[in-house]
């Protein structure tokens, strides 16, 4: 190869580098773009629970993550536990009517909430006072505002944002007064403490059916849902 052609050589591939480079650039700029103005697709949650098994037995059976699905102000909210045994799911309508569903074998309980009392196992105190302040920082990409939360004598952090865009994103749970989706907060759900935090965002196109009540779940009173639950791990 000549000097002329081993000069255009380097220049073409120099040239390739460069493209390639601000391709990357450009895409890691558009991804992160995309963290603005989401309203459709799935959350990952981590759990860590706020008892030991020697506190409460059933922490044992219970599951290590949940997941949200959303879109169009819907929320599904679900997770699994006993090897998919046990599967218990949260449906949150554009209406902010809420919907308690439980599977445990073959067996399909559903519970409709009254509109102020929430999702079953999520009670709204009535003694909760929020400080919000200037603190934020990022979650898997989502730029979030800090809250201390209080209820009683009890204060814990919650980090929230405002760029997943679903109305009334916390409708139905002791959190409600948050102006956003929360991404890392304290939660009590049937009496277990937990902190569950972000770990995963599916940018994904979720179907319309995902927020159905499906087919062959008993519609039951609460009386019911207690004996249901209080039952389960004995």
């Avoid at 759990?47 to 922490?59: A, D, G, S, V």
């Avoid at 730029?143 to 209080?150: F, G, I, P, S």
């Avoid at 965002?201 to 008993?218: L, M, Q, S, V």
Wanted: aromatic share 10%; glycine share 6%; charged share 25%.
């Amino acid at each position: 190869m000549d000097s002329s052609n081993y000069n255009i050589f380097i220049i073409c591939k120099r040239l390739c580098v460069i493209a390639l480079l601000c391709f990357a650039v450009f895409c890691g700029c558009t991804d992160k773009g995309q963290r603005n103005n989401i309203s459709e697709g799935s959350m990952k949650f981590k759990i860590t629970y706020l008892q030991t098994e020697k506190e409460n037995p059933i922490i044992g059976l219970l599951p290590s993550t949940i997941m949200m699905h959303f879109k169009n102000d819907k929320v599904l909210l679900e997770m699994e536990g006993w090897l998919g045994i046990f599967r218990s799911a949260f449906i949150k309508d554009g209406r902010r009517n809420a919907y308690t569903l439980l599977k445990i074998l073959n067996k399909k309980y559903l519970y409709v909430s009254k509109s102020e009392e929430g999702y079953y196992g999520m009670g709204k105190p009535d003694n909760l006072q929020i400080d919000f302040d200037e603190v934020d920082k990022e979650i898997i990409g989502f730029h979030c505002n800090h809250a201390t939360v209080t209820i009683d004598t009890i204060s814990f952090d919650v980090f929230y944002t405002t760029d997943i865009k679903i109305n009334n994103a916390t409708a139905n749970t002791p959190l409600d007064k948050i102006p956003g989706m929360p991404m890392d907060f304290r939660l009590e759900m049937n009496g277990i403490p937990m902190h569950l935090e972000a770990i995963e965002f599916i940018n994904e196109k979720i179907a319309d059916k995902t927020f159905e009540i499906p087919e062959g779940y008993e519609r039951v009173k609460r009386s019911q849902m207690d004996e249901i639950f209080n039952g389960i791990g004995k």
